[in-house]
Protein backbone atom coordinates (compact mmCIF):
# COMPACT_ATOMS: atom_id res chain seq x y z
CA UNK A 1 0.00 0.00 0.00
CA UNK A 2 1.11 3.91 -1.21
CA UNK A 3 1.57 6.07 1.81
CA UNK A 4 2.88 9.33 1.70
CA UNK A 5 3.99 11.19 4.76
CA UNK A 6 4.58 14.51 5.00
CA UNK A 7 6.39 16.65 7.83
CA UNK A 8 6.83 20.22 8.50
CA UNK A 9 5.41 22.90 7.91
CA UNK A 10 4.04 25.88 10.52
CA UNK A 11 4.00 29.40 11.42
CA UNK A 12 6.81 31.77 10.25
CA UNK A 13 7.26 35.21 9.99
CA UNK A 14 8.44 36.73 6.30
CA UNK A 15 11.56 36.33 4.94
CA UNK A 16 11.94 32.99 6.94
CA UNK A 17 12.35 29.62 6.02
CA UNK A 18 10.85 26.20 6.06
CA UNK A 19 11.65 23.01 5.27
CA UNK A 20 8.59 20.35 4.38
CA UNK A 21 9.47 16.55 3.89
CA UNK A 22 7.44 13.63 2.61
CA UNK A 23 8.26 10.22 2.49
CA UNK A 24 6.88 7.27 0.07
CA UNK A 25 6.75 3.68 1.15
CA UNK A 26 5.80 0.93 -1.53
CA UNK A 27 7.82 2.01 -4.30
CA UNK A 28 9.42 4.90 -6.88
CA UNK A 29 7.89 7.81 -7.54
CA UNK A 30 8.83 10.86 -8.99
CA UNK A 31 7.28 13.81 -6.78
CA UNK A 32 5.78 16.74 -6.79
CA UNK A 33 4.92 20.09 -4.23
CA UNK A 34 1.63 21.57 -4.84
CA UNK A 35 -0.20 24.03 -2.36
CA UNK A 36 -3.46 25.44 -2.27
CA UNK A 37 -4.71 28.35 -0.40
CA UNK A 38 -8.37 29.15 0.58
CA UNK A 39 -10.51 29.57 -2.16
CA UNK A 40 -7.90 28.94 -4.69
CA UNK A 41 -7.26 26.13 -6.97
CA UNK A 42 -4.22 23.93 -6.17
CA UNK A 43 -1.34 24.65 -7.83
CA UNK A 44 1.98 23.64 -8.80
CA UNK A 45 4.95 24.54 -6.75
CA UNK A 46 7.95 22.35 -7.23
CA UNK A 47 9.18 18.57 -8.85
CA UNK A 48 12.04 16.17 -9.11
CA UNK A 49 12.34 13.15 -11.26
CA UNK A 50 13.71 9.90 -9.70
CA UNK A 51 15.47 8.76 -12.62
CA UNK A 52 18.29 11.71 -13.28
CA UNK A 53 17.02 14.70 -9.93
CA UNK A 54 15.55 17.12 -12.70
CA UNK A 55 13.61 19.87 -10.71
CA UNK A 56 11.16 22.00 -12.16
CA UNK A 57 9.74 25.20 -10.49
CA UNK A 58 7.00 27.27 -11.10
CA UNK A 59 7.97 30.98 -11.71
CA UNK A 60 6.89 31.87 -8.38
CA UNK A 61 9.21 30.53 -6.28
CA UNK A 62 12.19 30.07 -8.29
CA UNK A 63 15.33 31.29 -6.55
CA UNK A 64 13.79 30.71 -3.34
CA UNK A 65 12.55 27.19 -2.82
CA UNK A 66 14.69 24.35 -3.70
CA UNK A 67 13.59 20.61 -4.29
CA UNK A 68 15.57 17.51 -3.46
CA UNK A 69 15.27 14.25 -2.54
CA UNK A 70 17.25 11.22 -0.88
CA UNK A 71 16.44 7.80 -3.18
CA UNK A 72 17.71 5.37 -0.54
CA UNK A 73 14.94 7.09 2.12
CA UNK A 74 12.55 7.18 -0.34
CA UNK A 75 12.09 11.28 0.52
CA UNK A 76 11.54 14.47 -1.29
CA UNK A 77 12.32 18.12 1.02
CA UNK A 78 10.63 21.68 -0.21
CA UNK A 79 13.47 23.93 1.17
CA UNK A 80 11.59 27.31 1.18
CA UNK A 81 13.15 30.33 1.61
CA UNK A 82 12.63 34.01 1.54
CA UNK A 83 9.05 33.64 2.51
CA UNK A 84 6.73 35.89 1.90
CA UNK A 85 3.02 36.25 3.01
CA UNK A 86 1.40 35.04 -0.40
CA UNK A 87 3.06 31.74 0.19
CA UNK A 88 0.23 30.72 3.18
CA UNK A 89 -0.78 27.67 2.13
CA UNK A 90 -1.68 23.88 2.54
CA UNK A 91 1.34 22.36 0.60
CA UNK A 92 0.75 18.53 -0.70
CA UNK A 93 3.08 16.26 -1.57
CA UNK A 94 2.44 14.28 -4.59
CA UNK A 95 3.92 11.21 -6.02
CA UNK A 96 3.96 9.54 -9.39
CA UNK A 97 5.54 5.85 -9.75
CA UNK A 98 8.26 5.41 -12.03
CA UNK A 99 6.82 2.13 -13.82
CA UNK A 100 4.50 4.70 -15.10
CA UNK A 101 7.61 6.25 -17.34
CA UNK A 102 8.72 9.63 -17.73
CA UNK A 103 6.35 11.15 -20.43
CA UNK A 104 4.39 13.40 -17.95
CA UNK A 105 3.83 16.87 -17.29
CA UNK A 106 5.62 17.45 -14.20
CA UNK A 107 3.58 20.53 -13.79
CA UNK A 108 -0.20 18.88 -13.85
CA UNK A 109 -1.54 17.59 -10.95
CA UNK A 110 -3.53 15.21 -12.66
CA UNK A 111 -0.04 13.43 -13.40
CA UNK A 112 0.26 12.30 -10.07
CA UNK A 113 -1.49 9.05 -8.67
CA UNK A 114 -0.99 9.90 -5.05
CA UNK A 115 -0.95 12.40 -2.51
CA UNK A 116 0.04 13.12 0.90
CA UNK A 117 -2.40 14.42 3.49
CA UNK A 118 -1.15 18.10 3.43
CA UNK A 119 0.75 20.35 5.38
CA UNK A 120 0.00 24.20 6.43
CA UNK A 121 1.87 26.92 6.01
CA UNK A 122 1.56 30.52 7.44
CA UNK A 123 3.52 32.86 6.54
CA UNK A 124 2.77 36.43 8.60
CA UNK A 125 3.85 39.82 7.95
Known amino acids: QVQLVESGGGLVQAGGSVRLSCTASGRTFNMGWFRQAPGKEREFVAA????????YYADSVKGRFTISRDNAKNTVYLQMNSLKPEDTAVYYC?????????????????????WGQGTQVTVSS
Open 48 to 55: IRWSDGST
Open 94 to 114: AARPTIYGGNYDQKSKNAYNY
